[in-house]
Nanobody, 134 residues
Framework: QVQLVESGGGLVQPGGSLRLSCVAS????????VAWFRQAPGKEREGISC????????YYENPVKGRFTISADKAKSTVYLQMNSLKVEDTAVYYC???????????????????????????WGQGTQVIVSS
């Protein structure tokens, strides 16, 4: 059973930075992806970034592109999300999730609407709160 634990959230002023961590345990497949989702109050959960751990390919949705960076340290079974130039609109609970059994090639072909299809992801963390406020 895959278990994911997010950490690193907190309160930050607009323009500030945070680095979120997602520590995974129980992963055994060679090919899988890890994604970051977020859910703001009253809004749907949205995917914002993912990484194919097989080859390190990364993907970003427009709201965070150029500001957030996803990375992985396979030796530590950890995926990070570096969040810079934070905006009030980034306030949300952030979750990491895994999608098992998908190759890097398949991830490269998928459009965003399918790459971040919430109900396709296998495991989810408990979430970490990010609040961006003056």
């Amino acid at each position: 059973q895959v278990q994911l634990v997010e950490s690193g959230g907190g309160l930050v002023q607009p323009g500030g930075s945070l680095r979120l961590s997602c520590v995974a345990s129980g992963l055994s497949l060679d090919y899988y992806s890890v994604a970051w989702f977020r859910q703001a109050p009253g809004k749907e959960r949205e995917g914002i970034s993912c990484i194919s751990t097989t080859d390190g390919s990364t993907y970003y949705e427009n709201p965070v592109k150029g500001r957030f960076t996803i990375s992985a340290d396979k030796a530590k079974s950890t995926v990070y999300l570096q969040m810079n130039s934070l905006k009030v609109e980034d306030t949300a609970v952030y979750y990491c999730a895994t999608l098992l059994g998908i190759t890097a090639q398949a991830m490269a072909i998928l459009p965003s609407s399918l790459r971040f299809k919430t109900n396709e992801y296998d495991s989810w963390g408990q979430g970490t709160q990010v609040i961006v406020s003056s």
